[in-house]
């Protein structure tokens, strides 16, 4: 009886216990909402522009053709709400794209840099053991005579026409190795200054490809960020404007209390990964289904460098850990590697994890977090065959991509 009397139109009645509730939090809900509501970009203004105040809400109640017209109304401007966080998350998986692109190309030029540097090194000391067997032999031939032309000598030094065809041939013998010696020397010598060209030029490459990457990071960076603050942003908005929806229909009391329990809903359980006594811990359990490495694209079928281990068998869903504390530096869409969450160690160290489930991210960039604590779901997005894990783990500086097993072991964690 008292919730039928509750939705009459204003009368002299006074209105119950749960009707005067409601207005109130309707009331506070509608002075929250409209400030929110102008914060939105210009893009969104048409969206935003006309829309219902709390009293028109109200007063459509006493006529139902005009509460289905204000209904179709708000349902509109959620379809507005829910397109324009579309295109900034479209816009923020775009240079997620780019980024994985740029990172791919260096990480793999470095692994092509540093073998030319090795090489480089190796031809060097061949070269430089070649002269120095050169120079032994020209001093062993100057020996007597301080000089390594033997000409004077075989015509000087006595002895019968016999001997004297022996010098000469012996003569002719040590010239051709005195040759063949030098002309080793020159060749390595000369391989060594072409290798140390190619890998001058490979550095140049390098350095390009790191600054590119840096650039598409730092982009892809902050189209995730603008894309987080915008779906947040959305995420109220639409919340808010359900609300209103709701509370038309007559669905449920529209709450503050219903609100914050569905915007502000915990990530999930609290229990942290297995952490070693360094401080790290195991990202997820699991298997190595995949090594660190050249390999086939299970999905492209080309060949590419594996930059981390794949960890599979935990199941779709199943939390993923921080591995080690530090703060977030991206989440969002990232390429071929799906949604990916890089944190950096801040000792130099770094740690992504890919191909985490669709909306299974549970951290933002620039949030703290510590080791074990969960920070997203284990997902198959990206080119992935399966839900699994592709970890990463990045060395000096949090620049250079490293085995992550004997990483991990060094620090007291089995991996698989």
């Not at 509750?6 to 749960?18: D, H, I, V």
């Not at 005195?178 to 060594?192: G, P, S, V």
């Not at 929806?245 to 990530?267: F, H, P, S, V």
């Not at 920070?375 to 198959?380: K, Q």
Request: glycine share 10%; net charge negative; proline share 3%.
């Amino acid at each position: 009886m008292g919730r039928s009397s509750s939705r009459g139109a204003g009368g002299a009645q006074a209105p119950s216990t749960l009707a005067r509730r409601i207005r109130v939090l309707a009331a506070a809900l509608t002075l929250a909402l409209i400030p929110a509501l102008g914060g939105i970009a210009p893009s969104n203004a048409a969206v935003t522009a006309d829309y219902p105040s709390w009293e028109e809400v109200v007063a459509a109640q006493k006529n139902e053709a005009q509460a289905k017209a204000l209904r179709a109304s708000l349902e509109g401007q959620l379809a507005g709400l829910q397109a324009e966080a579309q295109r900034t998350q479209d816009e923020a998986d775009a240079k997620g794209v780019i980024y994985a692109e740029a990172q791919q190309a260096y990480d793999e030029q470095k692994v092509v840099t540093d073998a030319l540097v090795e090489q480089t090194a190796a031809a060097q000391t061949e070269a430089d053991e070649a002269y120095a067997v050169a120079a032994q032999v020209i001093a062993e031939m100057s020996k007597s005579g301080g000089s390594s032309d033997l000409s004077p000598r075989l015509f000087t030094t006595p002895g019968s026409p016999d001997a004297l065809l022996d010098r000469l041939e012996l003569s002719r013998v040590i010239g051709d190795r005195y040759a063949d010696l030098y002309a080793k020397a020159i060749e390595l010598r000369n391989r060594a200054n072409a290798l140390a060209e190619q890998a001058e030029v490979a550095q140049g490459i390098l350095e390009e490809l790191r600054v590119a990457a840096e650039k598409a990071f730092q982009e892809a960076q902050a189209a995730a960020i603008a894309a987080a603050e915008k779906l947040a942003q959305t995420e109220k908005d639409i919340a808010e404007v359900r609300s209103r929806i709701e509370y038309l229909a007559g669905i449920r009391e529209a709450t503050t209390a219903d609100y914050n329990a569905g915007i502000k809903a915990l990530w999930g359980e609290n229990a942290a990964g297995e952490i070693s006594q360094t401080g790290w811990a195991r990202p997820v359990s699991g298997y190595i289904s995949s090594q660190y490495g050249w390999r086939i694209n299970p999905v492209t079928h080309q060949q590419q460098f594996h930059t981390g281990v794949d960890l599979a068998g935990m199941g779709c869903g199943a939390t993923i850990y921080a591995a080690h504390s530090g703060v977030v530096t991206y989440a969002g869409y990232y390429g071929s590697w799906g949604y990916y969450v890089a944190i950096d160690h801040r000792d130099g160290t770094g740690t992504g994890y890919a191909h985490i489930q669709a909306g299974g991210i549970g951290v933002h960039i620039g949030q703290e977090v510590s080791p074990g604590q969960p920070i997203a779901r284990v997902g198959s997005t990206g080119q992935s065959t399966g839900c699994h894990l592709h970890y990463i783990v990045r060395v000096n500086g949090n620049s250079d991509i490293t085995n992550p097993v004997p990483f991990m072991r060094n620090q007291g964690i089995t991996l698989g």
